[in-house]
């Protein structure tokens, strides 16, 4: 059963880099044909997906977050980062990570959807 | 602003059905398939239905999923009050290039 789990400081000033690891157990981040993305939910609102690495460091992130978002990957620990730069009071909310799998239909990938979730970490932005 | 867009809320007696609806367009829903998503009250959003209409295992055949056009549908039969939750849809925008959720709709059982 694979297992991912955030981390990372609960509260980051404005202005500043928010940083967070999401750690997978219960598998190898490099196994399979898997993304791992970075989802976020401002609270009482809904989801916004951040963005996505797969093993081989390929990246894709949302166009309205593309300048401040970096997402890496470390094979060798099981884990993957988020990196959140010059953030505001409107970046606070749950930060989740997720394992996000595709199917794929004659040679073309028909869907991506999140099949494990990590619990969810609150990161508020203050001063 | 979300491109999918779903019923802030939907309510039935416990045993009863309810339907909620996710509303996009060509670029996301008409091409691409859809999942949905349940999170129940604190806790982090769990897989429902993919590919439109697959259950991952575990998940009760009361949870049905469906496609038509540029909609699609999440169905719950024999409604249990511990299906009170948040539900969402999404799917990949191949115009936006992201990955986009539904409003969300929360379901009350009465």
């Known amino acids: 059963q694979v297992q991912l789990q955030e981390s990372g400081p609960g509260l980051v000033k404005p202005s500043q880099t928010l940083s967070l690891t999401c750690t997978v157990s219960g598998g190898s981040i490099s196994s399979g044909s898997y993304y791992w993305s970075w989802i976020r939910q401002p609270a009482g609102k809904g989801l916004e997906w951040i963005g996505r690495i797969y093993t081989s460091g390929s990246t894709n992130y949302n166009p309205s977050l593309k300048s401040r978002v970096t997402i890496s990957v470390d094979t060798s620990k099981n884990q993957f980062s988020l990196k959140l730069s010059s953030v505001t009071a409107a970046d606070t909310a749950v930060y989740y990570c997720a394992r996000e799998a595709i199917t794929m239909v004659r040679g073309v990938i028909a869907a991506y959807y999140f099949d494990y979730w990590g619990q969810g970490t609150l990161v508020t932005v203050s001063s | 602003q979300s491109v999918l867009t779903q019923p802030p809320s939907v309510s039935a007696a416990p045993g009863q059905k309810v339907t909620i609806s996710c509303s996009g367009s060509s670029s996301n829903i008409g091409n691409n398939y859809v999942s949905w998503y349940q999170q129940l009250p604190g806790t982090a959003p769990k897989l429902l239905i993919y590919?439109?209409?697959k259950r991952p295992s575990g998940i009760p055949d009361r949870f049905s999923g469906s496609k038509s056009g540029t909609s699609a549908t999440l169905g719950i039969t024999g409604l249990q009050t511990g299906d009170e939750a948040d539900y969402y849809c999404g799917t990949w925008d191949s115009s936006l290039s992201e990955n986009v959720f539904g409003t969300g709709t929360k379901v009350t059982v009465l």
């Open positions: 590919d439109n209409n």
